[in-house]
């Protein structure tokens, strides 16, 4: 309670960063270690003034050397992950173009099938249309002949 106190430090944050199981946990309670660990032997070494503060200097300058290694190790990690990541992408997305590309092309398959059967029942109807209209037409003029025989022979 004394040290958390005296360095400012949120211990219950600290245990659950280095608890997590995680490179981000593990570089946390690392730095946060080494932090500790310099402030406490800062507070009960008997060093001058100077020397303390060297000391200090040198434990910050090491403490962000650990921290920028451990950031371009999670970098290159990151990038990593995220070129696997958008390989994975890349062949998904290919089998999914191929399977719309077959989907488009059955689509097409099946509208060119239904155009042909509906031409051809358009050619039926068309044909059985001039069936009927020719056969009217004979009956027409059977029956105007008739009509015109009937009227010459009442004249």
Request: aromatic share 4%.
């Given at each position: ?48 003034g100077r020397e303390l503060r060297q000391d200090i200097a040198d434990g ?64 039926e109807q068309g044909k059985q249309l001039r069936e009927k209209t020719s ?19 009442a004249v």
């Amino acid at each position: 309670m004394l040290i958390n106190k005296l360095l400012g430090l949120n211990l219950k944050g600290l245990k659950l960063a280095f608890f997590a199981g995680s490179t981000v946990g593990a570089m946390f309670g690392c730095v946060a270690g080494m932090g500790i660990g310099a402030a406490l032997g800062a507070l009960f070494a008997p060093k001058a003034g100077r020397e303390l503060r060297q000391d200090i200097a040198d434990g910050a300058n090491c403490m962000v050397g650990t921290a920028r290694e451990k950031g371009s190790i999670l970098a290159g990690m990151a990038k990593e992950k995220g070129s696997v990541i958008a390989d994975i992408a890349k062949e998904k997305g290919a089998v999914y173009a191929d399977i719309a590309k077959g989907k488009g092309m059955d689509l097409a398959v099946a509208a060119k099938d239904k155009g042909i059967e509906i031409a051809e029942a358009a050619k039926e109807q068309g044909k059985q249309l001039r069936e009927k209209t020719s056969k009217l037409y004979s009956e027409l003029s059977d029956k105007l002949n008739e009509k015109a025989e009937d009227l010459k022979e009442a004249v």
